[in-house]
């Protein structure tokens, strides 16, 4: 059962537009989404987080809009650049059990120059 | 600080062998957290442990077995690999925040 379902798979921007994936939840009881970027042969990194009490949070050219009713949440990235060129997770966390991260199936993110 | 650190990068098995994966944090962190990742599937967590002498299953926890004897270490064994157990294996750790830090991974390989 996947909990958190995330599109597209992969996709392909030009240099300096806008990159936009988008992540479904079905538990109400996630109280913590981040994004996590991972390039290749590396481990994951948090790019950045919300929580359920904000509709948005913006670090930089990084975006997440949030949308509680619907159960949905995206990650924006403006002025796209190659060097962001990735796979990008979404997640979801609950804190009790340890605050496990439940990810999405990813995103690969190709900027061309 | 060397982070999360995580041994080996690479190993290939024959079916039936056993290893064990180590992984290693110098930040004090209590919770640790073993994910594997799969083409397509994310990444899915097999155990994590919410402080030494501690563990807990996740979402994938057949095949494994895992201990935290000291607070830096989270060892993740495999006692009979199968070629399902294909993958990367990436180990994280957290302190009492929400961001997980997470090592450079494994690569398995299980013929």
């Known amino acids: 059962q996947q909990q958190v379902k995330q599109s597209p798979q992969s996709l392909i921007v030009q240099k300096g537009g806008i990159s936009i994936i988008n992540c479904a939840y079905e538990?109400?009881?996630?109280?913590?989404f981040p994004w996590y970027q991972q390039f290749p042969g590396k481990g994951p990194a948090l790019l950045i987080a919300i929580r359920p009490d904000v509709s948005e949070k913006k670090e930089g050219r990084f975006t997440i809009s949030f949308n509680k009713s619907a159960k949905q949440f995206s990650l924006h990235i403006m002025d796209s650049q190659p060097g962001d060129s990735a796979t990008y997770f979404c997640a979801a966390s609950r804190q009790t059990s340890g605050s496990r991260l439940t990810f999405g199936e990813g995103t690969q993110l190709t900027v061309n120059p | 600080n060397a982070g999360v650190t995580q041994t080996p990068k690479f190993r290939v098995l024959k079916t039936g062998q056993s290893m064990t994966l180590l992984c290693a944090q110098d930040?004090?962190?209590?919770?640790m957290y073993w994910y594997r990742q799969d083409p397509g599937m994310g990444l899915r967590l097999i155990h994590y442990s919410v402080g030494e002498g501690t563990t807990a299953k996740g979402e994938v926890p057949d095949g494994y077995n895992v201990s935290r004897l000291k607070k830096q270490n989270f060892l993740l064994g495999l006692e009979s690999a199968a070629p399902s157990q294909t993958s990367v294996y990436f180990c994280?750790?957290?302190?009492?925040?929400?961001?997980?830090?997470f090592g450079p991974g494994t690569r398995l390989t299980v013929l």
């Open positions: 930040m004090n962190h209590e919770y």
């Open positions: 538990n109400t009881a996630f109280d913590y």
């Open positions: 994280a750790s957290r302190p009492s925040g929400r961001e997980q830090f």
